[in-house]
């Protein structure tokens, strides 16, 4: 199931679509668009066999959500070599709740939902959640997971979950010109003018009512909080427990 949620500030791309694709009506009511049929001037997004896309003069490429190719499908073929998120989940029971904070492409979530767990996943742009509406609208085998567009720390606060897992924006330019999929993502938040501050989420969410709190953070990265109960390294990526 897909739901949109929390959504409050206006925004009016060109959706380049033909007037039957089988999501037009899911893009249109999550997405204030400008429907056009021929190729509009970048940035806009198209629909296309079910897939929604993003189109930007700084990219060579289309970026969209398919949960079966590239880095996502690599890595849920593997899903099961996910090691240190086993690590970090523990003892958390198969069947929990987990409370994916940060969606952006789903990767995360759907490792955490093969592993088992049911998933509520909040992603705060309102173009990037509608691709994983469409995405998870189009992929029925996929099971397990809710979206909702809007800001994590306001479903947090009114919502329990068994956990919660929390996967930030990199903060240093460094680190986020690394990975080509950040360098899009940060375009749409810019476009969208989403700004956030991770410490103060982190902050919000600490507060709330969890089992486990799970912070992935660049292994060379500070820390949010110094309480932290367990820390699972990785090569590059680590994760901060809390519990
Ligand atoms: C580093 S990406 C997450 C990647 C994700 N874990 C995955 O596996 O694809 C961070 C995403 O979280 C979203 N985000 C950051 N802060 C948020 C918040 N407070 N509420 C909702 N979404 C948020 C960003 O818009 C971005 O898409």
Redesign the pocket.
């Known amino acids: 199931m897909a739901y949109s949620y929390f959504y409050w500030f206006s925004l009016r791309l060109n959706l380049l679509a033909s007037s039957n694709e089988k999501f037009l009506d899911v893009v249109l009511q999550s997405l204030d668009c400008n429907l056009v049929e021929s190729i509009p001037s970048e940035p806009y997004l198209s629909l296309e066999n079910n897939v929604l896309s993003f189109h930007s003069p700084n990219f060579k490429k289309p970026f969209s959500f398919d949960p079966f190719s590239g880095k996502?499908g690599f890595r849920l073929q593997r899903y099961e070599q996910e090691g240190l998120l086993k690590k970090a989940l523990g003892n958390l029971k198969p069947g929990s709740v987990i409370f994916?904070?940060?969606?952006?492409?789903?990767?995360?979530?759907l490792i955490l939902s093969n592993l088992g767990y049911r998933l509520i996943s909040?992603?705060?742009?309102k173009i990037?959640g509608t691709m994983l509406l469409v995405g998870l609208q189009a992929n029925s085998d996929i099971s397990g997971i809710d979206i909702y567009i809007?800001?994590?720390?306001k479903c947090a606060q009114e919502h329990q979950f068994d956990a919660i897992?929390f996967?930030?924006?990199?903060e240093t330019a460094q680190s986020a010109l690394r990975d080509k999929?950040?360098r899009i993502?940060s375009e749409i938040?810019d476009i969208e003018s989403?700004s956030?501050d991770?410490q103060n989420?982190f902050d919000i969410l600490r507060k709330c009512s969890f089992q486990k709190l799970i912070v992935?953070r660049p292994v060379k990265s500070p820390s949010f909080d110094n309480n932290i109960n367990y820390q699972i390294k990785g090569k590059s990526i680590r994760y901060d427990v809390y519990v």
């Open positions: 996502t994916d904070a940060t969606a952006g492409l789903l990767r995360d979530s909040i992603e705060q742009s990037l809007g800001q994590a720390e897992y996967d930030p924006m990199f999929n950040h993502i938040l989403i956030n991770n989420t992935k």
